[in-house]
């Protein structure tokens, strides 16, 4: 059996609740982190999955972006991790809830 | 004609007062500080002369000298530029106001010796120049508003110029905000010029396409009905009467003169300069320029006439209970003021600013006079405290005689003829703006009794201050009680006995001229009634000048008749190429009935001997007894004051604390803005809490968030929201 859209944008859907749920139920902000990327990439999934079935390359170049994007802000959201680690020596994002120390 | 020497006369004091404030202030040398301040008001003088007698200068054609400096407001149809004119009125307001300002600059160099705030001082008072200038000269009414403002603020500063005494502090604050009273009348007066005249020009000046609004009035066919009604109509004898608003305010008439008595707290130069010999007389001045709008309105005029005749008397009674010499001089100028508005009430234009230019004289002189004598008294204002000064100041004394004689109307010193003519002028005034005969002679009653009793409180003046026992020997004991003194000067808790002594020449010089001009000052203007007597026939130069420029008021027929049109002789000027200076009135005996001159010398007769009286009566009084108590009622000013309070500042100030700050800031303005607070306050606190600082629970918000918008879309469809054509 041929694989459809349906199939694919059922994935995405589900990645995407897996992340949005993820980023509500985990107090590690490094899990946090980790479902906000899985959110990110069952977005990806659906451009891929359109551009594919719409014959059009736009989607593609989306799904560059987002990667793009999703290592720069890999890169500062670890940097703002280590420094509330350093400080707080904790990685509980409800220990994090006020901004003076 | 043009001519831009004009703007150097208000120019120059303005200089001097520039150069006094930002370098005299640094330098503190009073050599150079007085040099400036007399120097500027000299150039101005010079030049003020210069252009009023060169040839073909202001008062030597019908042709005004403008000085066009540029256009200042042009809105639409209002127009008003920063120009300046002097024709035959302002010309010779201009004259004594620089000579006499000159003068008097000159004493106040000696007054003021040793005074800390000299620079200041001289500052102000070349300030003060520049804008009684320009409220002279000024060629339409919102320019001399200007000038009509700065007097008033040079006025304010000078009068609070001690400033470490309280009482000049509030007597500088009461003569600003009474001035205020006025100066909206001044202000509405000018309004309802522009609207019903559109214009607000004294001038026509076709070059710069500006018609004259006194020209459109005095054009106007018929003159206001005589009735009360008239004064709210909204026409002329409106403008008439808010304009006398403004004169009375600046001029301390009754109910707007409560000022000028307490304006004697400030140095005795500025009592002189300011609140006797010019700024007080703006409201006359003003008044003659807009002659033509008066004698279109009966109404205005009478109440004009019978003001004057009431401050006049009431005023006098007051001065004759006054034991300041200053305050002496003050209620005489108030009353000498009212002399003046019943002039003009009557029609008598020209008799009036012959007043003003006389009294200007002697009223100079006898302020400077008083200076000199509280100088010599070391600080010393009270008359109580004086006595047998005459040994002692021999040159202060004379030139006072002069004064005395002058201001209660002996004749050849120049009060006599000017206050004989406006007598005279009462006495034969005709029915335009009286209700009936009977009141020319009332108000000529009232004149005369003001003039006898102008001779008595003079006389006692007088007597109290040069002749009698010389009571500033003795040990007085604090009689604070009736003393309502405003001392000069901060000195006087030193009350250690000085002998008195005689002024530096700096401040007798100037005396000396005003006492030659309070005593021939009076022959520019001999009526013929009084020149013929001698058999001479003098020109009466005032008339013969002023003439041309007002209004006369129209003579009234038989009763029922409308009177006649007014006659008006000036605006635009006759071209008078080559004619020779002053010819305008026959002065031959052909025009004068022999009826009227006789009456004319009878009331002068009358008006000696009501003054001869005066003084012997006053004599006879105050010599032996100098300190004889006067009534209590006149010694504490009718309690005008005191019923003030009780009307006005005392309901205004319990308002303004009960209902305006208490009710109305702390309730409703501040009311107002705490609520606004609390509702900003509360719902904060409501919704703070959306905000914890929990991650977690803000992306929870965000996702209910994108959800319900999704829903949205996919419940009601794309084109919900009319978002997609």
Known sequence: MEPQLSWYLALSAILFTIGAAGVIIKRNVIAMFMCIELMLNAVNLTFIAFSSFFQDVTGQLFVFIVMTVAAAEAAVGLGIIITIFRNRESLDVDDASILKL | ?725
């Open chain 2, 1 to 725: 004609m043009e001519n831009n020497l004009l703007s150097l006369i208000i120019f120059a004091p303005l200089a001097g007062a520039a150069i006094n404030w930002f370098i005299g202030r640094r330098l503190r040398n009073e050599k150079f500080i007085g040099l400036i301040a007399c120097g500027a008001v000299a150039v101005s003088t010079v030049v003020a002369f210069y252009l009023a007698f060169k040839a073909g200068g202001a008062l030597r054609s019908t042709e005004p000298v403008f000085d066009h400096l540029w256009t200042w407001i042009q809105v639409g149809k209002f127009r008003a530029d920063f120009a300046l004119a002097m024709d035959r009125l302002s010309g010779t307001y201009a004259l004594f106001v620089t000579f006499v300002g000159f003068l008097i600059h000159v004493f106040a160099v000696g007054y003021m010796h040793k005074d800390d705030g000299f620079y200041r001082f001289f500052a102000f008072l070349n300030l003060f120049m520049f804008a009684m200038l320009i409220l002279v000269l000024a060629d339409n009414f919102l320019l001399m508003f200007v000038g009509w403002e700065g007097v008033g603020l040079c006025s304010y500063l000078l009068i609070g110029y001690y400033t470490d005494k309280k009482e000049a502090g509030d007597a500088a604050k009461k003569a600003f905000i009474t001035n205020r009273v006025g100066d909206w009348g001044f202000v509405m007066g000018i309004m309802l010029t522009f609207f019903l005249t559109g214009s607000i020009s004294f001038f026509n000046k076709p070059a710069h396409g500006v018609t004259s609004a006194l020209q459109t009035i005095a054009g106007m066919s018929a003159v206001d009905p005589f009735t009360w009604q008239a004064i709210f109509a909204g026409g002329v004898t409106s403008i008439a009467i808010l304009l006398f608003i403004g004169a009375a305010g600046k001029s301390a008439q009754i109910p707007l003169y409560v000022w000028l008595p307490d304006a004697m707290a400030g140095p005795t130069p500025v009592s002189a300069l300011i609140h006797a010999a010019t700024m007080v007389t703006a409201g006359v001045f003003m008044i003659v320029r807009c002659s033509a709008i008066y004698t279109h309105a009966p109404t205005a005029m009478f109440v004009v006439a019978i003001i004057g005749a009431a401050t006049a008397l009431f005023a006098a009674t007051i001065g004759i209970a006054q034991n300041d010499i200053k305050r002496v001089l003050a209620y005489s100028t108030i009353s000498q003021l009212g002399y003046m508005f019943l002039a003009c009430g009557l029609g008598a234009f020209v008799a009036a600013i012959f007043h003003v230019i006389t009294h200007a004289f002697f009223k100079a002189l006898l302020f400077l006079g008083s200076g000199s004598v509280i100088q010599g008294m070391h600080h010393e204002q009270d008359m109580r405290r004086m006595g047998g000064l005459k040994k002692y100041m021999p040159l202060t004394f004379a030139t006072m005689l002069a004064g005395w004689l002058a201001i209660s109307g002996i004749p050849i010193f120049a009060g006599f003829f000017s206050k004989d003519e406006i007598l005279w002028r009462t006495w034969s005034a005709g029915l335009f703006s009286l209700p009936s005969p009977a009141w020319s002679k009332a108000l000529w009653f009232i004149g005369a009794l003001t003039a006898l009793l102008t001779a008595v409180y003079m006389t006692r003046m007088m007597v109290m201050t040069f002749w009698g026992t010389e009571r500033f020997r003795e040990k007085h004991l604090d009689h604070a009680d009736g003393v309502q003194g405003i001392h000069d000067d901060a000195h006087h808790d030193d009350h250690a006995i000085h002998e008195p002594q005689e002024s530096p020449w700096l401040m007798t010089v100037p005396l000396v001229v005003l006492a030659i001009l309070s005593t021939i000052g009076g022959f520019i203007g001999v009526s013929y009634a009084l020149g013929s007597l001698v058999g001479l026939h003098p020109t009466n130069y005032i008339e013969q000048t002023l003439d041309p420029v007002v209004a006369k008021v129209p003579v009234a027929k038989a009763e029922g008749e409308p009177a006649a049109e007014p006659v008006w002789l000036s605006h635009p000027p006759q071209p008078t190429d080559g004619a020779p200076a002053f010819v305008s009135l026959d002065e031959s005996p052909a025009t004068h009935s022999a009826e009227e001159v006789g009456a004319e010398r009878l009331l002068a007769l009358v008006s000696v001997g009501i003054a001869a009286f005066g003084i012997v009566l006053g004599w006879i009084i105050f010599q032996k007894r100098p300190l004889l108590a006067m009534p209590r009622i006149l010694e504490n000013k009718y309690y005008v004051d005191e019923i003030y309070d009780a009307a006005v500042i005392n309901p205004i100030n319990a308002g303004s604390r009960e209902g305006l700050w208490k009710i109305f800031d702390v309730g409703v303005i501040d009311g107002f803005l705490h609520a606004i607070g609390d509702v900003v306050k509360e719902g904060g606190r409501a919704i703070r809490h959306l905000q914890g600082g929990f991650v977690r629970a803000y992306a929870a918000i965000i996702l209910l968030g994108a959800l319900a918008v999704i829903g949205f879309f996919a419940y009601f469809g794309v084109h919900a929201m009319r978002l997609v054509p």
